[in-house]
């Protein structure tokens, strides 16, 4: 059975930094394309960045230069640096993983809540 765990999420004052992490578990392999995902109240969900097996990377334009994705792949894990951070950043965020030859079937992580305020 495939699980993402997200952990690291909090209470962080403007300016402050967090970093989450996203443990991958069921047969989600080094070849999936994974990417962290956000939704704040009464929005869509968006993507914030994504990295493939070979570790590239895209970030939404909010995040360019604030937040880095990275993945250990010995580990499953997936990580999300988040640095300078601001109020809008406040947000569920999300861990996603799919395969690059079936990107409709998508994991989805139970979400980690992240919110910005002083």
């Known amino acids: 059975q495939v699980q993402l765990v997200e952990s690291g999420g909090g209470l962080v004052q403007p300016g402050g930094s967090l970093r989450l992490s996203c443990v991958a578990s069921?047969?989600?392999?080094?070849?999936?394309?994974m990417g962290w995902f956000r939704q704040a109240p009464g929005r869509q969900r968006d993507v914030v960045a994504t990295?493939?097996?070979?570790?590239?990377?895209n970030y939404a334009d909010t995040v360019k230069g604030r937040f880095t994705v990275s993945r250990d792949n010995a580990n499953n894990t997936l990580y999300l640096q988040m640095n300078n951070l601001k109020p809008e950043d406040t947000a569920v965020y999300y861990c996603?993983?799919?395969?690059?030859?079936?990107?409709?079937?998508?994991?989805w992580g139970q979400g980690t809540q992240v919110t910005v305020s002083s």
């Open positions: 069921g047969g989600i392999g080094s070849i999936y394309i």
């Open positions: 990295i493939t097996s070979r570790g590239s990377t």
């Open positions: 996603n993983a799919y395969h690059p030859l079936v990107p409709t079937l998508k994991y």
